[in-house]
């Protein structure tokens, strides 16, 4: 069965200081997830997931992130790796300056690191 990715404990934090809303899960301060109607008198930060997440930083604040896979070499690939591109002007400008030639295992690594990234250097 396939489940759902989730941001970490971390992500959340900085997504809820950087205006992320509340979106039906909640990590509370112990690091436990709970639905949100459950922890409206405590506190809590907004739990999305990856995908949620990369939306909101795509439509709110004009980043779009891209995971790609490095091309097969020798055998296998060298993992992914991450473009960053500003959206709010006439043209997207890359940041190339994000990841470069950083190569992750897995594509969830890849999202989490990109999103934390940008709600650390660019927000």
Known sequence: MIKEDYVSFETAKLLKEKGFDDCGTSFLENGNMFPTCIVRRK?????PTL???????REEKHYYIQVMLNGWAYGGHTGYFVLIQKTDSDYER?????VDEVFYDTYEEAVEIAIKYVLENLI
Not at 51 to 57: E, F, S
Not at 94 to 98: A, C, F, I, R, T
Request: aromatic residues 12%.
């Open 43 to 47: 506190k809590h930060y907004p739990a």
């Open 51 to 57: 995908q949620m997440a990369m939306k909101w930083l």
């Open 94 to 98: 890359m940041l190339s300056d994000v």
